[in-house]
């Protein structure tokens, strides 16, 4: 009797286990294949480049310790809210956004929360510019992994 509910035991800890080897190639595969979308916000199919007036630099905190750089950018349009990078990732590569500059942004435009947002892929600053993403929205400073 012991014998036969050891087998059981074993057969099914062994079908759960190949099941969730199986399941978590198939939930990457539907991540990746949603919309195109290579990361979690950004998509490629919104991609969009506005130019404006820099009305606000805001470093926002997020729950895990990092800190992001948010701008509120006036277009002749609109106010969006453009996700840049990470601060330490704007510093290291010597680039700096004031209030009133004029940039002009590329990237995926969404609504987060009612508000009009741009997840930046590049800005320009003058004859600077920095690549914060590939064209698959994978940020630069991530080694290639997605956010």
Sequence with gaps: MR???????????????????QAVPL?????????????LMYDPTTETTVSGIVEEVQNVSGTRGW???HL???TADEVLDAHIGPSWFLAQKKFEISKGDQVEVTGSKLRLDNVDTLIARTIKKGDCQLTLRNEQGIPAWSRGRRF
């Design 27 to 39: 939930l990457r595969a539907q991540y990746r294949s949603n919309s195109g979308r290579t990361s």
């Design 72 to 74: 509120q950018l006036k």
């Design 3 to 21: 014998d036969r509910t050891l087998v059981k035991y074993v057969l099914l800890s062994s079908v759960a286990l190949l099941f969730l080897i």
């Design 67 to 69: 800190h992001g750089i």
